[in-house]
């Protein structure tokens, strides 16, 4: 196992994976697991959802882990390097030699040739977090997702609300929510199988 | 003092962005362009057009690119840390207790509950690009004209983001200059 082949394995996931971190998981995973051979399809799963359940993008915390576990943390550099680096110093080579030209007036029209296209991507990401919303709740959640959007509206333009501390209170809220309710589920059922096993030591009692 | 402030913005950025990259864009931006005034909206939405065109995560590229226009290499570094380190410090210590992840359902909860935020949030930057075209040079038949084509092409026709992005720069070096 050498750096060169961590470097070429992340650097093509890299330079493949369009639209994202999440986007790039199956390029990640036909580096790791079926050409290198890394880790195997049951360490890959289960890497996959503690990046999951972890915040931050998600193709560096794929490969920090990778990349310790072969090399240590020297891996772990090399592998977050050659998948997020490369194509960084591209782009700031293409926006600076475009904005050399920034009082251009040609460069102004491209400028402003770009701004509708921008509203677009930003317009599609905005449609896609709203309906992955949407599908993944059950009739009752539909009501909390109308009064969620409806709510961060009002707080983020009206009352111009920081988005940073309006996200950390539902993601609070979200954590709080959701353990109290593991809490009933499990009481309930710790009870429900203390009720039969009463009725079980009665009826052979 | 500005390399603390741009690993800070990008930390709580990334961390609040719970679910990889793209829930953090507007988080970015507001830390970019509200909050610190690095940069003009405008010029946040050109790197998040380049960066949405070009392969590899967008976050580390948006940290990446906006650190070396605020602070240079070194302003790149420390946005850079401060998208990536936490997370991925947490993700090699944090293994041995997956266990305690994998079924969480405050994970799902997490993940759900912000996403209509995230959706508000990339709304209102959708807005305020389209005012800022329909006011500026672009106009707002060359605007309707460029937002349609470029949705079609993009998201009907599936053409790749880099040549509708590359189209589009075309475009106003002819007809906006």
């Known amino acids: 196992m050498s750096y060169g082949q961590l470097f070429n394995g992340f650097f093509r996931a890299g330079i493949l994976g369009y639209g994202g971190g999440p986007s790039m998981l199956p390029l990640i995973h036909a580096e790791a697991v079926k050409k290198y051979r890394w880790i195997d399809d049951e360490e890959f799963s289960d890497i996959v959802a503690l990046?999951?359940?972890?915040?931050?993008?998600?193709?560096?915390?794929?490969?920090?882990?990778?990349?310790?576990?072969?090399?240590?943390?020297?891996?772990a550099f090399v592998t977050i390097f050659a998948v997020s680096i490369p194509v960084l110093v591209l782009m700031i080579g293409l926006l600076g030699f475009l904005f050399q030209f920034r009082h251009s007036p040609i460069v102004k029209g491209m400028v402003a040739g770009i701004q509708p296209v921008i509203g677009v991507m930003m317009a599609v990401l905005a449609?896609?977090?709203?309906?992955?919303?949407?599908?993944?709740?059950?009739?009752?959640?539909?009501?909390?997702?109308?009064?969620?959007?409806?709510?961060?509206?009002?707080l983020l333009t009206v009352l111009s609300v920081s988005p940073a501390i309006l996200i950390a209170v539902v993601l609070a809220g979200a954590f709080l929510f959701s353990t109290r309710k593991q809490r009933a589920e499990r009481k309930?059922?710790?009870e429900a199988s203390y009720e039969t096993d009463q009725t079980s030591t009665e009826r052979s009692g | 003092m500005v390399l603390w402030h741009l690993f800070w913005a990008f930390c709580v950025a990334n961390i609040l962005g719970y679910g990889g990259?793209?829930?953090?864009?507007?988080?970015?931006?507001?830390?970019?362009?509200?909050?610190?005034?690095?940069?003009?909206?405008?010029?946040?939405?050109?790197?998040?057009?380049?960066?949405?065109?070009?392969?590899?995560?967008i976050a580390t590229k948006l940290g990446g690119y906006i650190g070396y226009q605020v602070a240079g290499?070194?302003?790149?570094?420390?946005?850079?840390?401060?998208?990536?380190?936490?997370?991925?410090?947490a993700m090699i210590v944090l293994?041995?207790?997956?266990?305690?992840?994998?079924?969480?359902?405050q994970v799902k909860a997490?993940?759900?509950?912000?996403?209509?935020?995230?959706?508000?949030?990339?709304?209102?930057?959708?807005?305020?690009?389209f005012r800022d075209a329909?006011?500026?040079?672009?106009?707002?038949?060359?605007?309707?004209?460029?937002?349609?084509?470029?949705?079609?092409?993009?998201?009907?026709?599936?053409v790749h983001p880099a040549l509708v992005i590359s189209s589009s720069l075309l475009y106003g070096a002819v007809f906006l200059s």
């Open chain 2, 95 to 105: 293994l041995r207790f997956l266990t305690l992840f994998k079924t969480a359902p």
């Open chain 1, 188 to 190: 309930v059922r710790s």
């Open chain 1, 127 to 154: 449609y896609e977090f709203f309906s992955k919303a949407w599908k993944q709740v059950e009739k009752r959640g539909k009501t909390f997702v109308i009064l969620l959007t409806v709510a961060s509206s009002i």
């Open chain 2, 73 to 89: 290499v070194p302003g790149a570094i420390a946005a850079l840390l401060g998208t990536i380190a936490p997370s991925a410090i």
């Open chain 2, 134 to 158: 329909v006011i500026g040079p672009a106009g707002i038949l060359h605007t309707i004209l460029l937002a349609g084509l470029s949705y079609l092409f993009m998201e009907r026709i599936k």
């Open chain 2, 110 to 129: 997490m993940t759900q509950g912000i996403r209509p935020i995230v959706a508000v949030l990339m709304g209102l930057l959708a807005y305020e690009f």
């Open chain 2, 21 to 57: 990259g793209p829930p953090s864009i507007p988080l970015i931006q507001n830390e970019v362009v509200n909050h610190y005034g690095w940069m003009t909206n405008q010029e946040f939405g050109e790197a998040f057009a380049f960066g949405n065109a070009l392969p590899s995560p």
């Open chain 1, 51 to 75: 990046a999951n359940a972890l915040p931050g993008p998600i193709a560096t915390k794929m490969a920090a882990y990778i990349g310790y576990k072969q090399k240590g943390f020297l891996g």
